[in-house]
């Protein structure tokens, strides 16, 4: 492309828009019309909004005066666009602008077809003479000839596309095309353009697909911005444009071209020199930082804030004093020693504790502590890129900045140390009891320890010490740990987090009064304490593989805890009734407690929202839940029925169970295997109605149950893999298909994949369509017997009126370890243009479907398992899914 060979075709600023739509309002303005509005915005298109203008008999002089002002209009032709005067009106007003001030027209035929509109006949006719039938007969000659004469228009017939996201982008560039090739007068008389132009065209290289960068600086009033102007008007057919005049700005996009799409152009216009030195500066610093994304965002964060360039300075020297520029831990020191003393003891902790932990188990466990807030300390740690906070809450540090806190405690001398983490001199603190007051935390790793024992007053003699935590990153059975019955902790701990802890139970002076997390997985527990304790601050407990443990603790006064893992406690027989009272309990993880017999028959509690019981075996009888559940498994469990109230957990997305259970309308993954009940369960019940106001359910796509034969409301049917459906209607429909095939293990070949993936492809009137659709079946080649795969298609088929159509589908087990006994199909169809979002089946199936479905709620008893479970997975498609695609 060439600069000067454009500098004379340029849009003109004579017109106040770029363009004016006419159109009619229910037709497309909250389709076709918000997206093309959305496009040219982008595109920076200045586009007429009518919103404001009040609809009347006649057009008012405001619209008028924006037809005149409007380089181009845009006439949308819409199956009712004839149905209103005003739009007659005012295509009469954009003809005699084409025609009198040369205005560019351009026409989308939206749903209908160009002889319709050239003739007004057809739908568009009817529409048309219903509007005329009011008005006299020069008035309908005038509409007849404007549209007839907008009808021989060359323009985009929406029926022909099949993406209205690529037509509207099409639409968008030929409108840039033709306003680049309006000659403009606005800069005549500006003296010397052509040369800067020539060396702007040479800078930029637009024939070149790597991105560059050009700056231009000077004095207010010299011509930056007609320059940058000029530029971006001769490339905008191209590129979208753009202007960068702030210091925020620059800083956001200067630091690496390699950060734009290939064949970018960034021009930027400053009066001041200084900008672009400090961009040099930005250039200096990344190669200190070695290129690597971390450093250059803790750099980068600390370096917020400082504007001079002499601030900057002294942190590229301070980068420039380490040896080796590619020890990235030595680079990121620079954003922790950078931070306030308050917030160096929260990155710290977070280095040494919290890292993965919950945001609002971190902020409890600092809520003692009155020289820190908590809530602004992690914020300062966010936006120096120390700590990232994911939307749910947790906390993550990337584990070099976790080593670089690591690395800080280690420089600290040993009597200022607030954190410990040395498995020595931890092991000195506790066997000869000389830790001190300003101990907070302590991290053991006992890996390396072969044995330790621990003075009865060490833990208590720190009395600040809150966070206790004794791990082995590598571990084995080698308890070397040897503990008094008399030792004593201290008693505002508030994380208490001991593996394989070596006692039968923690001290009867122990106080958990402050404790807010308590995890003892590995343990040799039996029991924790005696009798009811001041638990108002915990919130999670874990006491996973803890074989021994054989009694709770009163849970009376945990009314605040989310968390409860029990999982792999071999000897526990009970849950005490008690826990029923946890109000605020979300997750209850029970698995493989192989002896558990007993748990409270109530757990309706409003927060639960995740239960996992399998593998209990000996558990026999299952709780009332509350309805909120969202996660439910209790397989590999001796429970032989659930409560009614389970069949009404509407937010269920994932059950893991052996026996059926209804009206799970949000149902995501559902393990059925081995449940046998279920189809007596589907066979004696009907359907409720499972409608939801709710339009982000995401609907099952596949179903796999025992069957031979495909259903009859399948009313495409055929044996094989083949299935061929001819279409004739009269008037245009989009398609969708529900499939149904009969598929039987063959056992040729063996994989490890525990799908097996059956692939569909799509003739459509002798053309192959490009896109093959898969579908996935969990475990099929486990059973020996045939199976129906129900599946909704993505598929989907456009069909024009008056044209007969044949579709066929070809269907193939991608591995050959299936095969396909018969094929069946149901098509659904959608008005073109209808302005209910709701498919409706073909050959009045939507009426058949609503009258079994009343029939169901009147009480009858359905004797076709299969025309049950159909229509509910056809009309609501929501009760089971093997699989989902994404």
Not at 707 to 733: C, K, Q, W, Y
Not at 743 to 766: A, Y
Request: aromatic residues 8%; charged residues 25%; contains cysteine.
């Amino acid at each position: 492309m060439s600069l000067m060979a454009s500098h004379s075709y340029v849009p003109s600023l004579n017109y106040k828009f770029n363009v004016l739509s006419s159109f009619h309002g229910p037709d497309v303005r909250k389709t076709l019309l918000s997206h093309m509005r959305d496009q040219f915005k982008r595109y920076g298109i200045t586009m007429f909004d009518d919103q404001e203008i009040e609809r009347s008999a006649t057009i008012p002089p405001s619209l008028t005066e924006a037809i005149r002002e409007s380089r181009i209009s845009i006439v949308i032709l819409s199956r009712r666009y004839a149905s209103s005067g005003w739009c007659l009106d005012e295509l009469v007003k954009i003809m005699k602008c084409k025609e009198t001030m040369g205005q560019i027209v351009i026409t989308i035929f939206y749903g209908v077809e160009p002889s319709y509109v050239r003739d007004q006949t057809g739908d568009f006719g009817i529409a048309f003479n219903e509007t005329c039938a009011r008005k006299t007969g020069k008035k309908r000659q005038k509409w007849s000839k404007a549209l007839h004469d907008v009808a021989n228009i060359a323009g985009e017939d929406f029926l022909i596309w099949n993406n209205e996201a690529a037509m509207i982008e099409k639409i968008a560039k030929d409108v840039l095309r033709k306003l680049n090739a309006t000659p403009s007068r606005d800069f005549d008389g500006m003296v010397g353009l052509e040369a800067h132009l020539r060396e702007m065209e040479s800078l930029l290289d637009l024939d070149c697909d790597g991105v560059k960068m050009v700056a231009i600086s000077g004095p207010a009033g010299i011509g930056k911005a007609i320059m940058v102007v000029l530029t971006t008007m001769a490339c905008s057919c191209v590129y979208k444009k753009s202007f960068f005049q702030s210091i925020k700005q620059l800083e956001a996009l200067a630091d690496e071209t390699t950060w734009f799409g290939p064949g970018s152009r960034i021009v930027v216009t400053t009066e001041n020199k200084d900008i672009l030195r400090q961009h040099e500066l930005a250039r200096r610093v990344t190669y200190l930082c070695g290129n690597l994304p971390l450093g250059l965002r803790v750099v980068g964060s600390s370096l917020r804030g400082k504007n001079g360039e002499e601030e900057w300075e002294e942190v590229i020297r301070r980068l420039e004093t380490i040896l080796d520029h590619r020890d990235i831990e030595q680079v990121l020191r620079v954003g922790y020693e950078s931070l306030h003393e308050n917030e160096q003891s929260l990155f710290l902790h977070i280095a040494v504790f919290f890292n993965g932990e919950d945001g609002d188990i971190v902020k409890a466990m600092f809520d003692d502590h009155n020289n820190l807030d908590i809530k602004h300390g992690l914020n300062i740690l966010v936006n120096r890129s120390l700590i990232y906070m994911y939307p749910k809450g947790k906390i993550v540090m990337h584990k070099l900045l976790q080593q670089v806190g690591r690395q800080a405690i280690d420089r600290q001398e040993p009597w200022k140390r607030t954190i410990l983490t040395d498995a020595q001199e931890i092991c000195d603190v506790l066997e000869d009891d000389k830790g001190t007051r300003a101990v907070s935390g302590i991290s053991f790793d006992i890996s390396r320890i072969d044995e330790v024992s621990i003075g009865k007053k060490a833990l208590k003699k720190m009395h600040n010490l809150r966070f206790l935590k004794v791990y082995k990153r590598r571990y084995d059975r080698n308890y070397s740990m040897h503990i008094p019955e008399e030792m004593e902790f201290p008693s505002r701990l508030r994380l208490l987090q001991w593996e394989a802890y070596p006692s039968n139970c923690l001290p009867p002076t122990f106080h958990p009064e402050y404790l807010v997390k308590l995890d003892m997985k590995y343990s040799l527990i039996e029991y924790l304490w005696q009798g009811a304790q001041p638990l108002t601050s915990l919130k999670e407990i874990d006491l996973a593989w803890s074989c021994q443990l054989k009694e709770l603790p009163d849970p009376t006064n945990a009314t605040n805890l989310e968390t409860l893992d029990l999982s792999l406690c071999k000897s526990l027989v009970e849950i005490p009734s008690s826990f029923s009272r946890l109000d605020k309990l979300q997750k209850l993880t029970v698995v493989n407690c192989i002896n558990l017999q007993v748990i409270p028959a109530n757990l309706n509690l409003a927060s639960l929202d995740h239960v996992e019981m399998f593998g209990c075996s000996a558990l026999r009888n299952f709780p009332v839940i509350s309805t909120h559940i969202t996660t439910l498994s209790i397989s590999k469990t001796a429970v032989d029925d659930l409560p009614a109230s389970t069949r009404l957990c509407s937010r269920l997305l994932s059950l893991n169970l052996e026996y059926s259970i209804k009206d799970l309308h949000r149902l995501h993954d559902l393990n059925h295997s081995k449940c046998g009940a279920l189809f007596h369960q589907l066979l004696q019940t009907g359907p409720t109605n499972t409608k939801s106001d709710d339009p982000t359910i995401d609907y099952p796509t596949t179903v796999s149950l025992p069957g031979r034969e495909v259903p009859s409301m399948f009313d495409h049917r055929a044996v094989g893999n083949s299935l061929t459906i001819r279409l004739d209607f009269d008037r245009p429909l989009l398609f969708t298909f529900k499939v149904c095939l009969v598929v039987s293990p063959n056992n040729k070949k063996n994989t490890c994949s525990s799908t097996q993936p059956v692939m569909c492809r799509r003739i459509v009137n002798g053309h192959l369509d490009p896109t093959e659709e898969e579908f996935n079946l969990q475990n099929i080649s486990k059973c020996r017997t045939e199976h129906l795969l129900i599946c909704k298609s993505r598929l989907q088929y456009f069909h024009r009126a008056k044209v007969s159509s044949e579709v066929v589908f070809e269907f193939s087990s991608k591995y050959e370890n299936l095969d396909i006994l018969e094929c069946g199909a149901r098509i659904f169809s959608q008005a073109y243009l209808q302005m209910s979002n709701e498919s409706e089946p073909l050959e009045d199936d939507e009426e058949e479907f609503d009258s079994k479905e009343d029939e169901n709620h009147r009480g009858a008893t359905h004797t076709d398992c299969w025309s049950w479970l159909f229509s509910c997975f056809v009309k609501k498609e929501a009760l089971f899914r093997g699989t989902r695609r994404r």
